[in-house]
């Protein structure tokens, strides 16, 4: 079975320039994640969705990020403009099932963002 | 809010020894917890968890005993090897709060020397 893929796997930009990051999650998984994880942190979520809908939003910073799950499948995130905070790896996650608190999540390799 | 503490790191040990890291949780409702690890130039994987109070959950040699009393749940092995060197992670899901979302403590790095 192919595990979580995301591309791509390093990006080095300017600040105030965009960015996008793509996600294709484990064939059949309900609900897909973002996290972003700075150095030296532990992950932290950016956005849920289940199937194309969000269910939690709530710690994207929605002045410059942005993300969609077209067709409950695939998944972008978008940085536009960019700010040297943003510098960090971008972690994708899927799991089976519908909100499933107790489910495994199974996460791809992460881009890497660096901000200049 | 939900949060998650890990013990400071890094951690580092010879081959065969005893590891214990420490976890401690702060939750509003009734969590999932886990341990996760990220192995160099790897993606974050699961290595065990416990949906429970008072379960235990193992893998690979480690455990993880789920304790509501002390909000903890510390990972242990009794012989480490040099393979484990990686970042471990702490993390919750708390059905009273969100959608199934882990909330991860800051990682402890192990490395393991022959």
């Known amino acids: 079975e192919a595990g979580v893929a995301q591309s791509p796997r390093y990006k080095i930009i300017e600040k105030r320039q965009s960015v996008a990051f793509w996600c294709n999650p484990i064939?059949?998984?309900?609900?897909l994640y973002w996290y972003q994880q700075i150095l030296g942190q532990g992950p932290k979520l950016l956005i849920q969705?289940?199937?194309?809908?969000?269910?939690?939003d709530s710690q994207l910073p929605k002045d410059r990020f942005s993300a969609e799950r077209l067709k409950g499948v695939d998944s972008t995130l978008k940085i536009q403009p960019a700010k040297l905070e943003d510098s960090a790896v971008y972690l994708c996650?899927?799991?089976?099932?519908?909100?499933?608190?107790?489910?495994?999540?199974?996460f791809g390799p992460g881009t890497r963002l660096l901000v200049l | 809010g939900d949060s998650v503490t890990q013990m400071e790191g890094p951690v580092t040990l010879s081959e065969e020894a005893f590891l214990t890291i420490n976890c401690t949780y702060t939750a509003t409702g009734y969590p999932s917890l886990f341990w996760y690890v990220q192995y160099p130039g790897e993606g974050l994987q699961l290595l065990l968890k416990?949906?429970?109070?008072?379960d235990k959950g193992s893998n690979k040699g480690f455990e993880a005993t789920y304790r509501k009393e002390t909000t903890s749940f510390h990972l242990e092995k009794g012989s480490v090897q040099v393979s484990d060197s990686a970042v471990y992670f702490c993390?919750?899901?708390?059905?009273?709060?969100?959608?199934?979302?882990?909330?991860f403590g800051q990682g402890t790095i192990l490395t393991v020397h022959p």
């Open positions: 064939s059949g998984h309900a609900t």
């Open positions: 993390a919750l899901s708390d059905r009273g709060t969100s959608y199934g979302k882990l909330t």
């Open positions: 996650a899927s799991s089976l099932g519908l909100a499933g608190v107790g489910e495994t999540q199974y």
């Open positions: 969705f289940q199937n194309n809908g969000v269910v939690d």
């Open positions: 416990a949906t429970k109070a008072d």
